[in-house]
């Protein structure tokens, strides 16, 4: 069983749309009993008390364009401790992954990467929210998912 966590910073964009997408993927490649896949984020913004924001509509649209669902996913924050309940933590970019460390101590054993790692482009997930393009976003994390999958 391979435990993946998919982290950005509100846990309403991107880490859920990854947490979907490899979802999906390891679904179609018939491989779903081989994984457990979440999303969390670094920061409490989209938190609410004990209760997470619901995925944001343009990225929820996006994956229902691609035909799959979120449902129910609402924003959770990782923490120290969960650290060693994954084994790979992968973030969507460069601020995301310092604050990983931050928050962890450090990375002793290798599990925090970003996404785009895994593609022979590198760099960070276009960030939506600040772009507004939910469909080039779909399209960088697809492919890191993709890459990231052939690797287990």
């Not at 982290?7 to 490649?29: Q, T, W, Y």
């Amino acid at each position: 069983m391979i435990k993946i966590m998919f982290v950005c910073h509100g846990n309403i964009c991107r880490s859920p749309m990854a947490e979907f997408i490899m979802k999906d993927l390891v679904i179609k490649a018939g491989r779903e009993k081989d994984f457990i896949i979440a999303s969390s984020a670094t920061s409490t913004e989209e938190i609410w008390g004990n209760v997470g924001n619901p995925v944001y509509p343009p990225a929820k649209r996006e994956l229902f364009a691609h035909g799959i669902s979120c449902e129910g996913k609402r924003a959770v924050q990782i923490k120290k401790g969960d650290y060693g309940k994954w084994d790979l933590i992968i973030c969507m970019d460069s601020n995301n992954l310092r604050n990983l460390h931050r928050i962890f101590g450090g990375d002793p054993d290798g599990k925090i990467r970003k996404l785009m790692s895994y593609t022979q482009r590198g760099g960070d997930v276009a960030d939506p929210w600040y772009t507004g393009d939910f469909e080039r976003t779909y399209d960088d994390i697809y492919e890191g998912c993709e890459k990231l999958l052939e690797t287990l």
